[in-house]
């Protein structure tokens, strides 16, 4: 179990460096200049560039990036004019607030909903609930945010709330989709007809029983889920004016700036890692029968 | 166990979320205390005009700076700042400039002659590589300054200069005294980034720097000891704080601008968002400024270099497109589209026809003499027919020479709405005189690669933003320089107009005459006029919005277009 | 549930015959302009424009005249003054065109890129669980490396390498290309927990005890058990790739204008004034509500 916990976490680092080696060839390879912002002539552009050290072959730039990568100096900023480290670590604190909120919420809402959603005894209450999650569902998280932007700046509620919200409440629609099916799914299963039969009652077979035999298909995309939340949604970042780790992701790709891109991905692919890892711990602990690999 | 483990887990993660929610709250009711509250769009890179370019920094670096002149964004003429007077001798190569006594930094050290000659030389210094430094060229030598006395400075030009003091509103001066040193070990920069120590930064601007939030704001104070008053007496800056928000789009600046979280935005009001602005302001919320039609336009051009040059595109098999590089072509266009049309469907009403890169918003160089093309399917499709570009099929769409069809491929940035929407509208007029557009969307810097490299046929984009005088677009109008859209970074004017036009526009620069140089600028016009190597269809209304608490507000066209006089204004 | 099952039935098969009868639904051009009715609202009166700034319209005493059966279902008859049943965009193009047209190309664009990303993760998702080794670490470590990959950047760097014009099916096949390596390793994740699980159960063991090739238990117990997982995988991606086509062409890797897709009108709503002014832009997202609605109650198990 140690083991395989300690190659999982290596396995994760391994994944961080490989994001980041790949955004930064990528990035090199989109056509566009990083320098040029319109305002320089050739000839100062050029000695810029060789000030810089940027006329270098992107192969050579990208081994000395990784050659400091291991004593944590991820460059300066072309476009920001700042460290890199510190000016991602900053922003991917603001995204993980916000995004851990935001999961903490649609965990909340959604799992519940979706053990209602099936157990429920009122064919309403059972319908309604799927209405709506099939509704959040085919909204883009753009709109949502747009339309509780518009609402909220009516009403006083600070950005945070919103932005929380309107990541939340798609994720909250995907659980409860999840959590409800896998629901379905285990009815069929023998202990719960064996439970039925020696009279357990009904709430104490659907939290009890059913419940954690459900979690697993839940977990394997609630995993994915919380590393798409946690790591920032462009959208919704741009229509809060919150700025976080999406919004510098793509900025840093407009502007071909190579190691903030790079290092963006970099955390990004760990905060994904991450999550998955926990998440298959989770499905570990509760069911012990399948290993992790 | 396992249960007990569980009810833990979820209490502790219930706890964990209450507490991240209140953090969000919190943070956000203490900003409320502030007096003036703008947005910027990101972060400045620097706040020193010397160190960088980006329009944050060239926003907060007129907040925090002063220079020797300004230019009045309103009248886009030349005011004295730092410099209370000047004098131009020996046929404009050398300029004395009065400094004004009672200009002081914000330490309360005195303005002096010793700081502008160090300013002006530190621009020119390779280590910083300031992006100034070529504006503050003439003929490629630098202009050089030296002290007469201390409140006297002498400048020398290498060459008679048309332009004359105006590039000088874009320097900053410094304190020799504390920066000198910095310079001379090559670390100026570091000491004028957002996190830098706000002790380490002496300027003569209205305001000083109090505190930087990564991310999210810019906080500045005013400077006690900043040298203007206003016509009343009062001192400025008249607000006692300025706070800079980090707003990356323009919805949510508009969303800040009507919920009176900010007072005032970064740019001008878009179209689709003036009903709004406009029902705002009935209700006394925003004040609104019409300033008539913007400084940029949009242009259309094709790419005019010859295949086989660096920047041509090598076609398979001859040079099958040459039509599209015929003039005859792009005067079809010109008449092909109707600007009144184009006017409603892209601004929704709010814009004016222009005929000219310099547009009517640019005062003193517009040249109203030029008029547009009449709009004419018959004119356009005759000039087409001079090429050989007909339907010869009866299908509706022409065809070349060679029997292809008549098709380019139209590059327009992505997600500019307007541009997008433009490009759109163009392709639905061109259909009608027979000719296929096909749009292809890019982003910016994608798009300046192309424009660079040469490898696109049809490009509709603008130039960036820059100052009135036309010395200010050398590079678009020169065919050596990199913005000369349609054939960049020519080693040697390959057409004939193209070798006219460099003449016009070197000559008046070495112009002192102001009547002369306009006669000149007006020739250069014609000529771009007369050849089209770029079409111009419209200039967007300008309006502002700022909030309706502002008082002495005074916005111009000119970028930053209500920050540049932000020591005037005041809060009802 | 039947009667579900009818109802979402029926309601993709009605979504799916407009889709592909759209030239005879359609009631004008796809890509004809109406300056002059700009965010014009739903309407089969006759509304002029009186005033552009803000839009106001005025109804007229007489009635749109129509045409019905010439080459459309019904069409009007005046040019300059177009039949909008749901209204028109901030280009006076209407929706309900757009719309019909636009149909197509998501619904098909989610089919390609649906099957592509359920074949393959299933497949892979069943390999993986089938047996604890290190072909299970190795396809999950890859499906990791998929899910942390910033697909923005892939597209980006596509879009910029590749010719500035693609021939359509080009472009369709790239774009299902994308939306499967953006689906499949989530489809591959969810059938693996549940294959993992299911291998230790008795009968699996029981029926390797007696004997049973690797092929049928992966045939008759796990495929079976994973289904459901694979079919609400399939539900959850439906509107995700309705809605990743529009991320698709905000980054320039769409279809070039004027071809409309659900997408592509999708972000002419994301105005909040216009928003505000002109809710019927909205128009889209309901349909993506009501595929996704169908199909919800075609997989519906109770």
């Not at chain 2, 020797?68 to 209370?84: F, I, K």
């Not at chain 2, 242009?299 to 005859?328: C, H, K, Q, Y």
């Not at chain 2, 392709?427 to 296929?436: I, P, R, S």
Request: charged share 15%.
């Amino acid at each position: 179990m140690r083991r395989v916990l300690a190659a999982r976490l290596g396995f994760a680092l391994a994944l961080v460096v490989c994001a980041f080696i790949g955004v930064y060839v990528l990035t090199a390879l989109a056509p566009g200049d990083a320098l040029d912002d319109g305002l320089r002539t050739s000839a100062s552009l050029a000695a810029e560039r060789s000030r810089l050290g940027l006329d270098q072959p992107v192969l050579s730039r990208l081994a000395t990036r990784l050659g400091r990568l291991a004593v944590l100096d991820l460059g300066t900023s072309l476009r920001y004019n700042q460290p890199v480290l510190a000016l991602v670590t900053q922003r991917t604190a603001t995204t993980v607030q916000s995004g851990a909120a935001a999961l903490l919420l649609a965990l909340v809402i959604g799992i519940p909903a979706g053990v209602l959603g099936s157990r429920a005894r009122s064919p309403v209450v059972r319908h309604g609930i799927s209405a709506i999650s099939i509704l959040l569902l085919s909204l883009p998280a753009l709109v949502v945010a747009l339309v509780l932007a518009v609402v909220a700046s009516g009403a006083g509620v600070p950005s945070f709330a919103v932005m929380v919200i309107s990541l939340a409440l798609p994720a909250a629609a995907v659980v409860e989709r999840l959590q409800s099916r896998a629901m379905d799914a285990v009815q069929r299963e023998l202990c719960l007809d064996a439970a039925r039969a020696r009279g357990v009652p009904r709430g104490a077979i659907t939290w009890r029983h059913a419940w954690p035999l459900s979690l697993p298909s839940v977990l394997g995309v609630v995993g994915i889920l919380a590393g798409h939340l946690l790591s920032g949604a462009l959208a919704i970042e741009l229509v809060t004016a919150r700025s976080g780790l999406g919004l510098l992701t793509f900025e840093a790709l407009m502007a071909r700036d190579l190691d903030l891109a790079a290092a963006c991905a970099a955390a990004a692919a760990l905060i994904v890692g991450l999550a998955t890892l926990t998440a298959d711990l989770l499905h570990l602990w509760i069911d012990p029968r399948s290993a992790v690999p | 166990m396992k249960r007990l483990g569980g009810v833990l887990l979820v209490l502790l993660l219930v706890l964990g979320g209450l507490w991240l929610l209140r953090d969000g709250r919190t943070a956000r009711r203490d900003a409320r205390n502030v007096e003036l509250v703008a947005t910027l769009r990101s972060e400045p890179r620097s706040l020193n005009r010397l160190l960088a370019g980006d329009r944050a920094s060239l926003v907060a670096s007129q907040l925090i700076h002063e220079p020797l002149v300004r230019v009045n964004h309103v009248t886009q003429a030349l005011e004295p700042a730092l410099a209370a007077s000047w004098t131009v001798a020996d046929g404009g190569r050398l300029v004395r400039i009065t400094l004004r006594p009672d200009a002081r930094f914000s330490d309360g050290s005195p303005v002096t002659a010793a700081d502008v000659v160090f300013s002006l030389a530190a621009v020119h210094d390779p280590r910083l590589g300031s992006p100034l430094a070529d504006s503050l060229r003439v003929n490629g030598a630098p202009l050089t300054a030296r002290a007469l006395d201390t409140q006297t400075v002498e400048l020398a030009y290498p060459a008679p200069f048309g332009p004359g003091l105006r590039p000088l509103h874009a320097l900053p001066i410094l304190p020799s005294a504390r920066y000198a040193s910095l310079v001379g070990a090559g670390t100026l920069a570091a000491a004028w980034t957002t996190d830098a120590p706000t002790a380490g930064m002496v300027s003569a601007g209205p305001f000083m720097l109090a505190r930087h939030d990564p991310g999210v704001a810019v906080h500045l104070v005013r400077n006690p000891h900043y040298w203007r008053t206003a016509d009343d007496g009062t001192r400025l800056p008249r607000v006692d704080r300025l706070r800079l928000d980090i707003v990356p789009s323009q919805d949510a600046e508009m969303l800040r601008l009507r919920s009176a979280q900010a007072d005032i935005i970064t740019a001008e009001l878009r179209p689709d968002d003036l009903p709004e602005a406009r029902a705002l302001a009935a209700q006394g919320q925003l004040q609104l400024f019409e300033l008539g039609p913007s400084l940029d336009t949009d242009m259309l051009w094709f790419n005019l270099a010859p295949p086989g040059s660096p920047s041509g595109v090598e076609g398979p098999g001859g040079d099958r497109r040459a039509w599209l590089r015929t003039r005859e072509l792009r005067e079809a266009i010109s008449h092909a589209v109707d600007r009144a049309t184009f006017i409603n469907a892209v601004y929704r009403g709010a814009a004016v026809q222009v005929s000219g890169v310099i547009t009517p918003g640019n005062h003193v160089w517009h040249a109203p003499e030029i008029t547009p093309r009449p709009f004419s399917l018959a004119m356009a499709g005759e000039q087409l027919d001079r090429i050989g570009v007909r339907d010869r099929n009866g299908d509706g769409v022409r065809e070349d020479i060679y029997n292809a069809p008549a098709k380019f491929t139209l590059l327009v940035q992505q997600g500019h709405t307007i541009r997008q929407r433009a490009a759109l509208v163009l392709q639905e007029a061109l259909a009608k005189v027979g000719l296929q557009v096909e749009i292809a969307s890019l982003d910016a810097r994608g798009l300046q690669q192309r424009l660079a490299e040469g490898s696109y046929e049809a490009m509709y984009h603008a130039l960036p933003g820059s100052d009135t005088d036309p010395s200010g677009l050398m590079e678009f109008w020169l065919s050596s320089g990199r913005f000369h859209l349609w054939h960049p970074a020519q080693p040697a004017a390959t057409t004939r107009w193209e070798q006219e036009l460099d003449l016009l526009m070197t000559r008046q620069l070495s112009m002192t005459d102001p009547e002369e140089r306009r006669q000149t600028v007006l020739q250069a016009q014609k000529l771009l006029d007369t050849e089209l190597p770029v079409i111009v269809f419209a200039a967007p209304l300008v309006t502002i919005a700022t909030s309706a608490r502002l008082a002495h507000v005074t916005p111009g066209l000119l970028a930053p277009q209500v920050l540049w006089n932000a020591a005037d204004i005041g809060v009802r | 549930m039947r009667l579900a099952r009818a109802i979402g039935g029926l309601v993709l098969a009605t979504l799916c015959l407009c889709a592909v009868c759209a030239p005879w639904l359609a009631t004008g051009d796809v890509a004809t302009q109406h300056p002059d009715l700009a965010l014009a609202p739903p309407s089969l009166n006759r509304r002029t424009l009186v005033e552009r700034l803000p839009p106001t319209y005025r109804t007229l005493d007489e009635r749109l005249p129509l045409t019905w059966f010439s080459g459309t279902l019904v069409r009007s008859a005046d040019p300059s003054e177009p039949l909008l049943p749901l209204g028109s965009d901030s280009l006076g193009r209407d929706q309900w065109t757009r719309l019909l047209h636009g149909a197509r190309l998501s619904l098909g664009l989610t089919l390609s890129g649906l099957a592509g990303a359920v074949l393959i993760g299933t497949a892979v998702g069943l390999l993986a669980g089938r047996r604890e080794g290190w072909l299970d670490a190795a396809l999950m470590r890859v499906a990791d490396l998929f899910i942390a990959w910033p697909a923005l950047y892939v597209v980006l760097v596509l879009r910029a390498a590749l010719p500035l014009s693609l021939p359509f099916s080009a472009l369709f096949a790239l774009m299902t290309f994308v939306l499967t390596l953006a689906g499949w390793p989530i489809v591959a994740r969810a059938v693996r927990a549940v294959t993992a699980s299911e291998r230790g159960r008795e009968s699996v063991l029981a029926a390797e005890a007696a004997g049973a090739s690797p092929t049928w238990i992966l045939r008759r117990h796990l495929l079976p058990a994973a289904t459901p997982v694979i079919v609400t995988q399939a539900l959850l991606l439906v509107p995700a790739f309705i809605l990743a086509e529009a991320t698709l062409s905000f980054v320039s890797l769409g279809f070039s204008e004027p071809t409309p897709s659900w997408g592509t009108m999708l972000r002419e709503a994301s105005n909040p004034f216009t928003l505000r002014h002109a809710p019927w832009l909205l128009a889209p997202a309901g349909a993506i509500a009501l595929v996704t609605l169908g199909v919800n109650l075609i997989a519906e198990k109770r």
